[in-house]
């Protein structure tokens, strides 16, 4: 499968953006998905994840403002940040897995290419 993420751009703390990401070659109801993101000078971190029962987890960080989402009819993925603070502000990625669900990158087997969200304070 093939990811194209997209959506990412610049605002200002306590804004909102969503991400999309677009799946191509297999329908993503195979797959468990998640979302990473890398901040400039620190580790990928998990930020959401949904399994094929739409079952979702979220890290704590972002637990209440973050919505992951899915649409079959699209093959797309959704993350809606609400609240956006300048600690979101990282290269998010997103993600799918043969597992049903998990937070770890290392067990994700497709990657999108990134997309740049940054939040002003």
């Known amino acids: 499968v093939q990811l194209q993420a997209s959506g990412g751009g610049l605002m200002q703390a306590g804004g909102s953006l969503s991400l999309s990401c677009a799946a191509s070659g297999r329908t993503l109801r195979r797959y468990g998905m998640g979302w990473f993101r890398q901040a400039p000078g620190k580790e990928r971190e998990f930020v959401a994840a949904?399994?094929?029962?739409?079952?979702?987890y979220y890290a704590d960080s972002v637990k209440g403002r973050f919505t992951i989402s899915i649409d079959n009819a699209k093959n797309t993925v959704y993350l809606q940040m609400n609240s956006l603070k300048p600690e979101d502000t990282a290269v998010y990625y997103c993600?799918?897995?043969?597992?049903?669900?998990?937070?770890?990158?290392?067990?994700?087997?497709?990657w999108g290419q990134g997309t740049l969200v940054t939040v002003s304070s």
């Open positions: 993600a799918a897995t043969t597992l049903l669900m998990t937070t770890s990158s290392e067990l994700y087997d497709y």
């Open positions: 949904i399994s094929v029962s739409d079952s979702t």
